[in-house]
């Protein structure tokens, strides 16, 4: 039977009890991307506490403003990322094509990605943690460098399971989640709602959102979907608004 797509977690099983149940392959490349983060960690902990005894105020003001940098391109990168799923491509595109299917199934049942298991979800990103952070980090002894890929790498990674806990009601959010969702830290979700409501133009960005006023206001987006169209001769979808394609469908 053909793989039952239901949304940003996409189950192969056709039992429709486990549609919310990643598989093991799923599970195996979440576990990769885990170990990925925690081994890239471990070596940037060892590397920052061999240098402490002899470093400056500048150098631990490097390794301060490497993370803010991370952190910061890791909510830039999430919306890029967005962007152009939502916008460009089908589910037959190689390699991309499941993810811009999940992401088009996302908006007509936005709640199920609530329901699906973390590695279902974050089984891609974790994919290509893997392969691209590991062997650098593997080989790497720049501390400054080292930081700024473990705080893109693990934001990024997690960026949908924030993008989850945005759909998530909050009464059923951990009491961290909902204190870092009020800090701004990850995305509110009072800022994602807007995404899936008209114009479906817009909050792409899904780390903390940082991005998404700045994005939103000088219309970065707008502009790119236009430099596309006209190289290309591709329309985004946000411009055939509306359709049924983005609208929610009630269940
Ligand atoms: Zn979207
Ligand atoms: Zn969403």
Redesign the pocket.
């Known amino acids: 039977m053909a793989a039952k797509q239901n949304n940003?977690c996409i189950s192969n099983y056709s039992d429709e009890s486990r549609r919310y149940k990643s598989t093991w392959p799923q599970r195996a490349w979440f576990a990769c991307g885990c170990a990925t983060l925690l081994i890239s960690l471990a070596k940037t902990t060892l590397l920052i506490a061999a240098a402490a005894p002899t470093a400056s105020p500048l150098a631990w003001l490097e390794l301060a403003v490497a993370a803010l940098i991370g952190y910061a391109a890791a909510d830039l990168g999430s919306g890029i990322f967005h962007w152009a799923v939502d916008n460009y491509g089908t589910a037959e595109t190689p390699v991309f094509g499941p993810q811009i299917e999940s992401f088009r199934a996302?908006?007509q049942h936005?709640s199920e990605?609530t329901k699906c298991d973390t590695a279902g979800v974050l089984y891609v990103l974790a994919a290509v943690t893997t392969v691209a952070v590991l062997p650098f980090s593997l080989l790497s002894d720049d501390a400054v460098l080292l930081v700024f890929v473990v705080v893109f790498a693990g934001f990024g990674m997690f960026s949908l399971k924030f993008?989850?806990w945005?759909?998530t009601p909050r009464r059923k959010l951990p009491a961290l989640v909902a204190a870092l969702q009020d800090a701004g830290i990850i995305l509110r979700w009072s800022d994602?709602a807007k995404?899936?409501r008209p114009p479906f133009d817009g909050n792409y960005c899904?780390v903390s959102g940082v991005w998404n006023r700045v994005l939103d206001e000088y219309k970065v987006f707008a502009a790119a979907d236009v430099v596309v169209f006209r190289v290309t001769g591709v329309r985004p979808r946000s411009w055939s608004e509306p359709s049924s394609d983005w609208s929610q469908i009630l269940d």
């Open positions: 940003i996302h908006h936005p990605i993008h989850a945005a759909h994602h995404h899936h899904t």
